[in-house]
């Protein structure tokens, strides 16, 4: 297949990718193939690629491959499946690092990733048990008999605990006749969780655009791959050539009989974006349970729906119900792709927005008050939509922080692309005293008038007493100040001013709730 060289590239070995210029780090591995199959840069580039030729080839099938052990990937698509097994059985073995891609809103096949550790170094004696155990729960949930694709990378942990050898006993299990709607509005990760082992199945994989390594592929750098397994009892087949290709592909998530019914679980779509429960699979002893497939208590992160009604949160302890700010919602609602994690935060965290770090001080609200929010796969950049304008970096990926006070919740955030200073010039004085002229600085006035104008604005009043006192000169700002320091601190200007300006020339900007439009 024809490839483009990428403009500025220096290395023989990014000649076969497509897109943007690699960074010069990228230039010397050599871990993906460059003998088939069509690979890009960006997740990005290679989607916009692959619906375009989907037009043309319906068989298309979607990949990444591992570059690097630190988890960097490129993306790319086969012409068909079976091009992609036989390109990943021809390459090195510790270069068989190919994943599937379970895209966005397509419909797939009902999928868990089962995984534990145990002492020793070998396998857990029950794991067959444990496996056989899900697979029955799957068809007694889903009413019929299933037909299964059992594979497992169970091997030897490269983690120690106390200094003890551990054994990751690892299966993918894929049911054929089992198709949902798609894996990330939460039904599916619903029916896994009312399959009642929770201790054992991860369910931080039921989010957007998801990979998954297939059977013949390992890790970077590794050799243990996922291979066919078949519970005791069964007759192991003995496959031709031809019939062990069919199977191959029969074991994907996304190839199946698009004549088949999508599965109805009785569950309802979540309409907000399901929340990654911990991020990626963690390594977990047989006592160590999760509670809820993707819910997390404590400081850990716990998974986010917005309902029909509205936004909540849920959470396994109900009477700690979370209402997310329908404002930052709203906000948020451009980035289709967007995936919310929310925890609690410690008693003593570093670097919150110093008007948060203020009213702690001031114990004016405590930790029970306070949530942390990392917004994954937001597709502008959230300093700039602040700002009334667009723009994106290579990841958008952005953090907020909510505190509870006075009967509102306020909002800050801050995009990780961004750098930290990027709005330091608020605090900056000139010779006189006077801080930059907000007429002609349309960024600094969107930070302190909002993107909206002053009066279409909830919080108008705050805002206006800000914008007064920066049009002040550097002693005169000071005196009116000190006239308010009588005042309950979160009421007084040294609060207000900290709030709207101090803590945004830090890099954390308030967002505000915009009023009803009549």
Not at 342 to 354: A, C, L, Q, S
Request: charged share 30%; with cysteine; proline share 3%.
């Amino acid at each position: 297949m024809k490839r483009s060289f990428p403009e500025g590239a220096q290395c023989e070995e990014a000649t076969y990718y497509h897109g943007s210029a690699p960074r010069p780090e990228e230039f010397y591995h050599t871990n993906v193939p460059d003998f088939a199959g069509d690979f890009f840069w960006t997740q990005k580039e290679m989607l916009e690629a692959y619906f375009k030729e989907k037009e043309r080839n319906q068989r298309l099938f979607a990949v990444c491959w591992d570059k690097t052990a630190s988890g960097k990937k490129a993306y790319g698509f086969f012409s068909d499946p079976m091009k992609y097994f036989d390109t990943i059985q021809k390459m090195p073995e510790e270069k068989r690092s190919g994943y599937e891609m379970v895209m966005s809103s397509t419909r797939c096949k009902l999928h868990l990733d089962v995984e534990w550790v145990c002492e020793g170094s070998c396998a857990d004696p029950q794991a067959e048990e444990i496996v056989k155990g899900i697979c029955d729960s799957i068809e007694e949930k889903a009413g019929r008999s299933c037909v299964f694709s059992l594979s497992t990378c169970s091997r030897l942990s490269t983690k120690k605990k106390n200094m003890v050898i551990l054994y990751k006993n690892s299966f993918h299990i894929v049911v054929h006749n089992v198709i949902f709607a798609n894996n990330h509005d939460g039904t599916m990760c619903q029916f896994v969780k009312s399959l009642g082992n929770n201790e054992y199945i991860d369910g931080g994989i039921y989010t957007l655009n998801r990979f998954i390594r297939t059977e013949k592929a390992s890790k970077f750098g590794e050799r243990s791959f996922f291979r066919a397994f078949w519970l005791s009892g069964e007759k192991v087949p003995d496959l031709s050539r031809e019939e062990e290709e069919k199977r191959l592909v029969k074991s994907l998530i996304t190839v199946f009989d698009e004549s088949l019914a999508t599965f109805e679980t009785g569950f309802k779509p979540l309409c907000g974006k399901i929340v990654k429960g911990g991020g990626e699979a963690r390594e977990k002893t047989k006592s160590q349970k999760i509670g809820e497939i993707g819910i997390h208590s404590g400081s850990s992160p716990v998974m986010i729906a917005r309902k029909e009604s509205g936004p909540s949160l849920i959470t396994k302890d109900e009477t700690d119900l979370y209402v997310i700010p329908e404002h930052f919602l709203k906000f948020m609602q451009g980035s289709t792709g967007a995936v919310f994690q929310v925890r609690k935060v410690e008693d003593n965290e570093k670097g919150m927005p110093w008007a948060i770090q203020a009213l702690l001080n001031n114990k004016n609200v405590d930790a029970s008050d306070i949530r942390f929010i990392y917004v994954k796969g937001a597709q502008q950049c959230i300093n700039s939509l602040i700002r009334g304008h667009k723009h994106t970096h290579s990841s958008n990926n952005a953090r907020a922080y909510t505190v509870s006070i006075n009967g509102r919740v306020d909002v800050y955030i801050k995009c990780w692309g961004c750098k930290a200073d990027e709005f330091s010039m608020l605090c900056k004085e000139d010779s006189n005293g006077m801080l930059p002229c907000l007429k002609k600085n349309h960024t600094l006035r969107a930070i302190i008038e909002s993107p909206w104008g002053l009066e279409n604005v909830a919080d108008s009043h705050e805002r206006k007493r800000v914008a007064k006192l920066y049009q002040q000169m550097k002693g005169d700002r000071k005196k009116l100040m000190e006239l308010n320091m009588k005042d309950r601190y979160p009421n007084s200007a040294a609060y207000v001013w900290k709030k709207y300006v101090e803590t945004a020339a830090e890099g954390w900007i308030l967002l505000s709730e915009r009023k009803q439009q009549s």
